[in-house]
C-alpha cells in the first residue's frame, strides 16, 4: 500500500512537469486613431464599415522570417477614426489599404513590410495622413425643397500625389438616409448614377433627389459620394480598392 | 521475505518472460491489403477504374455545383449566373461570386494523373493503350490546372509525382508566370490529341474533346492578354509575371483557339443537333437527348443508384415539383436579347408599348411568345403551356371587367430606366391615379397556388367565372407568398420535363450535364477568328477569318431561329453599343462586330455555368456589373373577354410591363479587383515559395 502511494506522488509529479502557466497577456490593448486626408487635413470621409487600415502582427515569429504572417483589417468610421480595444499588446506594422486614397507607403507600396511599426501595449494612438483620390466640398448645403425632395451642390478636386497618375472619376450619388449613418447603400432616393468626367473638376455640380422622402418631421442625414476609375490606357492606376467612394461630411436636415 | 531472493527471481521472471516475447518476433512483412499495388492498376479495368476515379473528381460547375459552397454538393441553389444577368433565385439575390479557395482538391487530381503519367510508360509493352491513357490522364491535368489558372492565374507547375522528404520542402514549388501556366496547358492538350483515339466512351475525353477544350482554354488566354492589361498593371514577383499575359501574345493564342476549333468542326464527328426540324423542339432535345446526339462533345453522366442530382428539385416551378423549386428565374436583361420581341431598337429594352406609349394588347397568354426567337422559345417554360400536366400560368394581375382593351388605352404605369425598383402601388404617387390603388388592376398576396380570393366575373353570356388575380405560379411581387419567379419567367434548358411532378423531389434527377458541346466550339472559332480579323490578321490558315465567323454565328443562328447576319461586314470595328442605347447593349463589347459575338454567346450558352467565366477573361464584369438592378416581365390580365379552362386556369387579353424586379431587387457591382482570386492562405503556409498574387 505505501509502494502504491509512492507510485501515485511520482505519477503527479510526472504530470506537474506537464504543467505550464499559460500566461500569455489577454487582449487588453486598445489602438484607437484618425485617418487625416492631407489637403485641408480635416478627417478623411470614408464608407459605413470601411476596412481600410491592415495590420500584421510582427512579433510572434520572432524574427523568423520564413513563418506565415496573415493580414488583418481595422474597420474605419464614417468619419475617419477608428478604435479597437481588444488587441494582443505587440508589434504590428499598420498600412492604410484599399481605401479611396494614394497607397500610403511610397517605398513599399503594399508588400510584406508596408506600414509603419506600431508598438500596442495599453492604449496608443496612431493617426495616419492620406492623399486621398477626391476632395469632395459642399457648395449649397443639403435644403428640403417644397415638395420634400433633397436637393445640394458640391464641387470636387482631383488630388495628386507626387510620383503617382491620376485615376479618371467615374461617378457620384446623392445618399440619403435616415439614420446618422449615411452609407454607399442609401440610393434609393437617387437612383441613377451620375455620370462624372475629369473636366467637370471644379464645377458646380447639383443634386436632386428623384422623389421625395418618404416621412415628414424628422431628420434625414445626407452625403455625397464619388468615386474612381483605373485611369484610360493607364493600368498603373489601377490602385488597390479602387472604385472605393470619397464622400463629403455628413449633413443633417430636419424635413418640417 | 529475503530482499536478496526476491531480486533473484524478479531477475529470472523478466528474463523468461523476454526470451517468450522474443519467439514471436518474425519480420513482419506483409504487404497490406487495403493499398492497391500497381499489378491491380495497370491493366485495362484496373485502369478504366482509376480514370473514373479522375473524372468523378473533375471540378465542373454542374448540377453539383453551387457557388456559395463549392463542388460536388447535394443541391445547386446558389448560382453565379445571378451575377451575370442571366437568372437568379431567392437565395441569391446579392452578387454571388464562385466559391473561392479550390486548391488542394484539385493539386490531388494532378498527382493522380502524374501518377499516370509517370508510370505508364514502364507498361507500354504490355499494355497497348498506355499512350492513349497517357494522353488522357494529360487531358485530365490540363482541365484541372485550367480550373486552378481561371482563379489565380500563375500556378506552381507540377509535372511529376511528388516525394515526401523530412521537412518537406520537396513539396515545394514556386509559381510559374501566367503564360506559362497556359502554355503548360496547351501543351499538355496537344499532347492528348495526339495520343488519345477519336472516339471514346461516353463520359470520357477523346482526340476531339481535348480539341474542343483547347479553343476554350486557348481563348481564354488569348483574351486575358488582350484585355487584362488594360486593367491591371504588371503584377510581377522576382521577374516572374504571376497576373496577366503579355499584351503581344494574344494574336498566337487566338491562332492556337481557332485551329484547335477548326480541328474539331473540320472533323465532322460533332455537330449541331437538327434533328427535328421543329426549331422550338430541336433546341430543347440538345439537352433532352444528350446522352445520344452529335452536338455533346464531353458530357457529365449520372446514374440513379450511384450518383444524382436535384436540378429538377430545385429548378422547377413550385406546381411541378413536390419540394423545393422555383429557383431558376431568367431576368428580362436576358431575354430581352433575342429576337421576336418587342423590343425598343434605341434602348435594347424590352418596351410592350405602341408608338403612342400605350401597352400593346395581346390576344391570349402565350401570343407574345409565339413569334419569339425559337431557341427562346426552348429555353424558358411558357405561359399557357402544359408542361408535366401543368399549365404554366403567369400574372401579376387582372383589370376589373370595366376596362375594354378594345376601347381603353393604357399608358405605361410604371418606370423601367433599369435603375429604380418600386412597388406598384408606390408609383404614381396620386392615388387616384395609380391604377393599383384606385382599383383598376386586382391583386391578392395569398399564396398563387391555393387562391380563393378570386374575381368574379360576369361575362357577355351571363355566366360568373371566377378568375385567379395572379397566376397561379407568381410572379412574386410585394407580399405574394411562396417561392415563386421573381422575374415573371421560368427557365427550361436542363429541366428533365419526362419527369412526373410527384417523381420530382430532391436526389431524383440523372440526366446529363453537357460540359462542352459542340455550338460552344462554333463560338469559340467565331470569337478567336473576329479577335485575329480585328488586329491585323484578316486571312489566317487560308481562311477569311470574318467570313469565317459570319459562317459560324449564322450556322448557330439558323439552328436556333433567328435571324442571320447578312454580311461579315456586321462584325464591324465600329464602337458597341453603349448600355442601354441599342439592341442587346447589356453585353458589353470593345467593338459592335465582338459585341455580336458575345450576345451570341449569352443567348446560345447561358445557365450553362460558362458566361461567369467569359465576363471575366473579357474583364468586362466590373463595368457591365456595375449597380446593376435585375429586371422581369409582369403580365396583367384583362377580365374583360376572359375565359377558364377545365382546370381553371384563365386566358384573357394581356399587356406586359418590364422593370426592375420588386423583390431581391439588389444593386449587383462586380468590384475590378475581383478577377483575381487569392492565393489560400493556408497554402502560403506550406509552401514558402508560393507567391502571393496582387492586393492580397
Not at chain 2, 488582350?226 to 504571376?242: D, H, I, S
Not at chain 2, 377580365?639 to 377545365?646: L, Q, R
Amino acid at each position: 500500500m505505501k509502494k502504491l502511494k509512492n507510485y501515485i506522488v511520482l505519477l503527479c509529479c510526472f504530470m506537474l512537469a506537464a504543467c505550464e502557466i499559460d500566461n500569455y497577456d489577454g487582449p487588453d490593448a486598445t489602438i484607437q486613431g484618425t485617418i487625416f486626408e492631407d489637403q485641408a487635413h480635416q478627417p478623411l470621409q470614408v464608407d459605413q464599415g470601411a476596412g481600410i487600415i491592415r495590420i500584421r502582427e510582427t512579433s510572434w515569429t520572432k524574427g523568423d522570417t520564413s513563418a506565415y504572417v496573415g493580414n488583418q483589417t481595422l474597420k474605419v468610421q464614417q468619419d475617419g477614426t477608428y478604435r479597437n480595444t481588444k488587441m494582443f499588446s505587440g508589434d504590428y506594422l499598420m498600412l492604410p489599404y484599399s481605401g479611396p486614397f494614394y497607397p500610403y507607403d511610397d517605398e513599399h507600396l503594399d508588400a510584406d513590410n508596408a506600414g509603419e511599426l506600431v508598438k500596442i501595449k495599453g492604449t496608443i494612438t496612431k493617426d495616419f495622413t492620406v492623399t486621398p483620390y477626391l476632395s469632395i466640398d459642399w457648395v449649397e448645403e443639403p435644403t428640403v425643397t417644397a415638395d420634400n425632395r433633397i436637393r445640394c451642390s458640391v464641387r470636387f478636386k482631383r488630388n495628386q500625389k507626387p510620383g503617382y497618375e491620376m485615376p479618371d472619376v467615374r461617378e457620384a450619388w446623392l445618399l440619403v438616409s435616415r439614420t446618422i449613418n449615411t452609407s454607399a447603400r442609401d440610393l434609393d432616393l437617387y437612383p441613377r448614377k451620375l455620370d462624372l468626367t475629369n473636366n467637370m473638376e471644379g464645377q458646380v455640380i447639383s443634386f436632386i433627389s428623384d422623389r421625395a422622402v418618404k416621412y415628414t418631421g424628422i431628420d434625414y442625414y445626407i452625403r455625397v459620394s464619388m468615386n474612381c476609375q483605373t485611369a484610360a490606357g493607364k493600368p498603373q492606376t489601377n490602385y488597390p480598392g479602387m472604385g472605393a467612394n470619397n464622400f463629403t461630411t455628413i449633413q443633417k436636415v430636419r424635413v418640417p | 521475505m529475503n530482499m536478496k531472493k526476491y531480486r533473484y527471481t524478479h531477475i529470472v521472471f523478466v528474463l523468461v518472460l523476454s526470451l517468450c516475447l522474443l519467439g514471436s518476433c518474425t519480420k513482419l512483412d506483409i504487404a497490406p491489403k487495403t493499398i492497391l499495388t500497381n499489378e491491380a492498376i495497370y491493366n485495362e479495368a484496373g485502369i478504366k477504374a482509376y480514370m473514373a476515379g479522375m473524372y468523378n473528381h473533375l471540378p465542373m460547375e454542374d448540377f453539383k455545383y453551387d457557388a456559395t459552397d463549392g463542388y460536388f454538393r447535394e443541391l445547386n441553389i446558389n448560382t453565379f449566373a445571378t451575377s451575370t444577368g442571366e437568372f437568379f433565385n431567392g437565395n441569391n439575390v446579392g452578387m454571388k461570386l464562385h466559391r473561392g479557395g479550390y486548391w488542394g482538391d484539385g493539386f490531388m487530381i494532378i498527382r493522380q494523373a502524374n501518377t499516370l503519367i509517370n508510370d505508364l510508360p514502364k507498361y507500354a509493352a504490355e499494355l497497348p493503350k498506355a499512350e492513349e491513357w497517357i494522353g488522357e490522364a494529360k487531358f485530365i491535368r490540363a482541365y484541372v490546372y485550367f480550373q486552378l489558372a481561371k482563379r489565380y492565374g500563375g500556378l506552381p507547375v507540377i509535372e511529376t509525382p511528388q516525394v515526401l522528404n523530412d521537412d518537406g520542402s520537396s513539396l515545394w514549388v514556386a509559381r510559374s508566370s501566367h503564360a506559362d501556366t497556359y502554355n503548360f496547358i496547351l501543351a499538355d492538350l496537344d499532347d492528348a490529341i495526339a495520343k488519345m483515339p477519336g472516339s471514346s466512351e461516353i463520359g470520357r475525353a477523346n482526340k476531339w474533346v481535348a480539341a474542343a477544350f483547347k479553343s476554350r482554354v486557348a481563348l481564354t488566354a488569348g483574351t486575358i492578354a488582350r484585355y487584362g492589361a488594360a486593367k491591371f498593371p504588371v503584377w510581377e514577383v522576382n521577374g516572374v509575371m504571376l497576373e496577366g499575359i503579355p499584351e503581344d501574345k494574344a494574336n498566337d493564342y487566338m491562332k492556337q483557339a481557332w485551329d484547335a476549333a477548326n480541328m474539331v468542326t473540320e472533323s465532322s464527328v460533332y455537330q449541331l443537333h437538327r434533328g427535328n426540324p421543329d426549331k422550338t423542339a430541336n433546341f430543347a432535345e440538345v439537352w433532352e437527348k444528350a446522352d445520344n446526339n452529335k452536338e455533346s462533345i464531353f458530357i457529365r453522366k449520372y446514374d440513379y443508384l450511384n450518383w444524382v442530382h436535384s436540378n429538377d428539385a430545385v429548378m422547377s416551378p413550385l406546381r411541378m415539383t413536390i419540394t423545393y423549386g422555383g429557383r431558376f428565374c431568367p431576368t428580362m436583361n436576358w431575354v430581352e436579347l433575342f429576337d421576336g420581341l418587342p423590343v425598343d431598337p434605341a434602348t435594347g429594352r424590352f418596351s410592350g408599348l405602341d408608338a403612342d406609349g400605350n401597352y400593346i394588347v395581346y390576344d391570349n397568354c402565350h401570343q407574345l411568345w409565339d413569334g419569339a426567337e425559337p431557341r427562346l422559345r426552348a429555353s424558358l417554360l411558357l405561359p399557357g403551356t402544359t408542361y408535366k400536366g401543368v399549365k404554366l400560368d403567369i400574372r401579376a394581375g387582372v383589370f376589373v371587367s370595366s376596362v375594354d382593351p378594345a376601347v381603353t388605352k393604357i399608358k405605361k404605369f410604371s418606370r423601367d430606366d433599369g435603375a429604380i425598383s418600386e412597388a406598384y402601388n408606390s408609383w404614381p404617387t396620386d392615388a387616384n391615379a395609380n391604377l393599383f390603388r384606385n382599383g383598376t388592376i386586382l391583386r391578392t398576396t395569398q399564396d398563387p397556388r391555393n387562391q380563393t380570393d378570386t374575381y368574379s366575373y360576369t361575362n357577355d353570356q351571363g355566366q360568373t367565372l371566377k378568375i385567379f388575380k395572379i397566376g397561379q405560379d407568381g410572379p412574386l411581387i410585394s407580399g405574394v407568398g411562396g417561392n415563386h419567379t421573381y422575374t415573371g419567367f421560368y427557365g427550361r434548358k436542363y429541366l428533365n420535363l419526362s419527369m412526373t411532378t410527384a417523381q420530382t423531389a430532391l436526389h431524383e434527377s440523372t440526366q446529363s450535364w453537357i460540359e462542352i458541346r459542340y455550338a460552344e466550339v462554333l463560338l469559340n472559332k467565331a470569337e478567336a477568328a473576329i479577335e485575329l480579323a480585328q488586329h491585323g490578321e484578316a486571312n489566317y490558315n487560308g481562311a477569311n477569318m470574318l467570313q469565317d465567323a459570319f459562317t459560324c454565328i449564322n450556322d448557330i443562328r439558323d439552328r436556333a431561329g433567328a435571324t442571320l447576319l447578312t454580311s461579315p461586314a456586321q462584325l464591324s470595328m465600329d464602337p458597341a453599343y453603349p448600355k442601354f442605347q441599342g439592341t442587346g447593349s447589356f453585353v458589353e463589347a470593345p467593338t459592335r462586330g465582338l459585341q455580336l459575338l458575345r450576345i451570341e454567346r449569352y443567348k446560345e450558352l447561358a445557365f450553362e455555368s460558362k458566361i461567369y467565366w467569359d465576363l471575366r477573361r473579357w474583364f468586362t464584369f466590373d463595368t457591365q456589373i456595375n449597380q446593376y438592378r435585375k429586371r422581369g416581365l409582369y403580365p396583367f390580365m384583362f377580365s374583360k373577354g376572359a375565359t377558364i379552362d377545365a382546370s381553371g386556369t384563365p386566358d384573357g387579353k394581356y399587356i406586359y410591363d418590364a422593370r426592375a424586379t420588386e423583390n431581391g431587387s439588389d444593386r449587383l457591382t462586380y468590384g475590378v479587383n475581383s478577377y483575381y482570386e487569392t492565393i489560400p492562405g493556408d497554402e502560403l503556409k506550406n509552401n514558402p515559395l508560393l507567391q502571393k498574387n496582387r492586393n492580397q
